[in-house]
């Protein structure tokens, strides 16, 4: 996983607040995912994105979240209004093409809501 | 159908023994089936993948066993070292779909020395 960079990797947010996440895919690779891990739980998909375009984002919850991925700069994962629910780690991954291909993971953004 | 069942949830196992951990699915459509290596406070490191098209994939201590028919796959760690200790998960995607993984809940393996 060494490459994919996440940032901030511990954050701590109060209930109501705001949570940005950021990512910037391995050099080359212009596939971005994200992901979530509960406590004692495997990872679940949450959204698949090019740049300036979301592919899939069949995993992401209806309200509060959304993800970008821009023409320059990281990908960003924004949660509104967080509540206790939403402790998690984040982690983004990503892939030189789509289909098919082999996706790495970076190190993981651990959200605390207090 | 979307679900990987992933067993034991923990597991222990003495230095220079044989880990075993094994996972089932349900969607016919899976036909990637990797294997993550998971350390504490860091992200999945992929191990070994598997395709459908071969029965067993080997790479150094680790191997993949893969059953079609029964929709089952194992991991097998021969030789196994206290270095080996993590959490490992299952996971499978359809071809098509490989960025789109469906995880298993993960095994804690521990290598007692």
């Known amino acids: 996983n060494a490459g994919v960079m996440q940032n901030p990797r511990h954050l701590v947010r109060r209930r109501g607040q705001e949570a940005r996440l950021r990512c910037s895919p391995m050099?080359?690779?212009?596939?971005v995912y994200w992901y979530r891990q509960l406590p004692e739980e495997g990872l679940k998909f949450m959204v698949y994105?090019?740049?300036?375009?979301?592919?899939?984002e069949s995993g992401m919850p209806k309200e509060r979240f959304s993800a970008e991925f821009p023409k320059e700069g990281p990908s960003i994962l924004r949660i509104q209004q967080v509540v206790r629910g939403d402790s998690a780690a984040y982690f983004c991954a990503s892939s030189r093409r789509g289909l098919g291909n082999t996706i790495y993971f970076g190190e993981g953004s651990w959200l605390t809501v207090v | 159908q979307q679900q990987v069942k992933q067993s034991p949830q923990s597991l222990i196992v003495q230095k220079g023994g044989i880990s075993i951990i094994n996972c089932a699915y349900e969607?016919?459509?899976?036909?990637?089936f990797p294997w993550y290596q998971q350390f504490p406070g860091k992200g999945p490191a992929l191990l070994i993948a598997i395709r459908p098209d071969v029965s067993e994939k080997k790479e150094g201590r680790f191997t993949i066993s893969f059953n079609k028919s029964a929709k089952q796959f194992s991991l097998h760690i021969m030789d196994s070292q206290p270095g080996d200790s993590a959490t490992y998960f299952c996971a499978a995607s359809p071809e098509q779909g490989a960025q789109k993984l469906v995880f298993g809940q993960g095994t804690r393996l521990t290598i007692n020395p």
């Open positions: 969607n016919t459509a899976f036909d990637y």
């Open positions: 994105l090019q740049k300036e375009n979301i592919i899939d």
């Open positions: 050099k080359g690779h212009s596939h």
